[in-house]
């Protein structure tokens, strides 16, 4: 994997230095870097004054072999989102604020690189949605997430939505809205609205409300063949489909949202010896120390 792209918050001061660090090295190490025009400057500018390719974005996923994420996982989200459904492992360094997908710290990247370079590392499948929403006019839009896709109001006031599972009625939540989620997104939105946490390389879908009306109305966990149907009930306004929390797409009364797993996957480099129990304690704050006495 000679031919490395990066994708970095470029807000983050810390992040844009690593990045010119990751250049240089890979640089020595007989490798390409690529980056879109932004980053290409920075980087370009900084310590290592190494050569970066500068891509344009829809040639970006076929030049690259190797994509390093230098941010939290909002910039996980759209590196991926970039990748456009390609094979292409992901390698995601925490630079963040919690970092669920970018799991691997700044001190774990040299030594993970080396043996990536050798061929030795291994990756994890995490599957995706495919969401196509069907306006009520015949309009057609389709997407694919990672996380969720959410319909919720724009408002804080509740919204009625009809839902379907393989064309089998479920139920018309009335809730703040309705979370349809993978497993890498249990631990996002899905988390907040009392979802359950699942493995992420289960092959499942979380279906859960937000706040709903009826509080016995619970999230449920499918298996992927299954389809989710999730019409916007008539006299509704200011709705909106929201994905990965990134993209928002204005709904209207009677749009229809399908939501099933995608054909693509999202490849993630691990960091052996680092579980994912391991990252939930971390991140969630599960282990509490005790002193002496046995006392928290």
Known sequence: MKKVGLVVKVSNPEAIKLADE??????????????????????????????????????????IELLIVLGGDGTMLHAARLLDGRKVPILGVNLGSLGF???????????????????????????????????????????????DAVIKGEAARLVRLETRINMEYVNTYRADGLIVATPTGSTAYS????????????????????????????????????TVDVTVSPDQA???LILDGQVEVPLESGDMVRIKRAQASVYLIKYEGKSYFDILRERLMWEVKTNRSGKA
């Open 22 to 63: 990751i250049a240089g090295w890979v640089t020595e190490r007989g490798g390409e870097v690529f980056a879109d025009r932004t980053l290409a400057g920075m980087v370009r500018l900084g310590l290592a004054g190494v050569p970066v390719n500068i891509v344009a974005p829809e040639k970006f996923p076929d030049s």
């Open 101 to 147: 997908l970018t799991a691997i710290t700044v001190k774990e990247v040299f030594p993970l690189l080396e043996r990536i370079f050798r061929g030795d590392c291994v990756v994890e499948e995490r599957m995706t949605l495919s969401v196509e929403l069907k306006r009520k006019d015949g309009g057609v839009m389709k997407h694919t997430v990672l996380n």
């Open 191 to 226: 988390l907040s609205a009392n979802g359950p946490i699942l493995y992420p390389t289960i092959h499942s879908i979380i279906v859960a409300p937000i706040c709903p009306f009826n509080l016995t109305n619970r999230p449920v966990v499918i298996p992927d063949w299954m």
């Open 238 to 240: 200011n709705v909106e």
